[in-house]
């Protein structure tokens, strides 16, 4: 059985706030470490239960978190910069189920780091359902055919899971309190759970079916400020709905949105506030 691992880090054991997660803060290199570990908690439990070929792409800001030397050496590490599929990078028909673990909840809901893609985001839709990263991650693995067997992260984003997946398998490593304050497992036992949840994930995966994205979809996307959404309809094929900071996008598949959103977002980046 062939595997893949998306690892994003505001979900990951124990960590709280911005301090762990941004690599100019002085909790990052904790951060990576925790990050590290529950990758490796998942990959050990794939691998203990009949997985053959592991993948684990980090999904985390630019991408070069996890520290190579430390992860799990028969695991496969997709690292760095510009992927045209972000944190779904090197996702593809052939996988037999993906993790998706250290994810959060959707912008403008409770959780840890709460957020999808960049601050500069106020919400996303795929037609009219409201989506995070979670889900607009999970309808491109829909796409190629592979379901997402499990979800790690806070107590929200299992939710989230949960509400958009049938029968998915979740592991909750810490409970949100605030969008910085979390009540959280020792790693150790994080890292166990990781590994047990894995497992059952692996013997549940024949209940779990591919999230499958509406064809030619439509991507919205609401910005927080009249600036950014301007920015991100310089875009061919945007519109900008009047009066609001809601730019859409009609895509031909779900490839083509999630194209789109990365463009849109790097472009709604540029806008400065003074």
């Known amino acids: 059985m062939k595997f893949y691992l998306s690892m994003d ?27 590290t570990q529950d990758a490796n908690a998942v990959i050990e439990g794939a691998f203990g239960s009949g997985a053959v070929e592991f993948t684990v792409n980090d999904s985390h800001s630019k991408m070069n978190n996890l520290i190579a030397e430390d ?53 996303m839709w795929i037609n009219e359902v409201e989506i995070g990263e979670l889900g607009l991650n999970a309808y491109v693995a829909g796409h190629f055919g592979v379901p997402v067997l499990m979800v790690a992260g806070d107590d929200c984003a299992c939710r989230e899971a949960e509400a958009l997946i049938p029968n998915i398998v979740t592991a909750a490593v810490k409970e949100s309190i605030t969008r910085s304050a979390v009540k959280a497992l020792h790693p150790k036992k994080a890292q166990a759970l990781l590994r047990t949840k894995t497992a059952e994930a692996i013997r549940n995966r024949e209940r779990v079916l591919p999230l499958i994205p509406p064809e030619s979809p439509e991507l919205k996307i609401e910005f927080t400020n009249y600036g950014e959404a301007e920015l991100a309809a310089l875009m061919p094929g945007t519109e900008l709905i009047p009066g609001t900071t809601v730019v859409l996008f009609q895509a031909k598949d779900i490839l083509e949105a999630y194209r789109a959103m990365l463009v849109m977002i790097e472009l709604a980046l540029q806008a400065k506030f003074r």
């Open 9 to 35: 880090m505001e979900g990951v054991t124990a960590l709280p706030d911005y301090t762990y997660v941004d690599s100019s803060e002085h909790n990052y290199e904790r951060g990576r470490r925790l990050m």
């Open 71 to 123: 992860l799990h050496e028969e695991a496969m590490l997709i690292t760095g910069g510009v992927k045209a599929l972000s944190m779904v990078e090197g996702l593809d028909a052939t996988y037999d189920g993906a993790f998706f673990a250290g994810y959060h909840a959707r912008a403008g809901q409770k959780g840890v780091m709460s957020h999808a893609m960049i601050f500069g985001v106020r919400s």
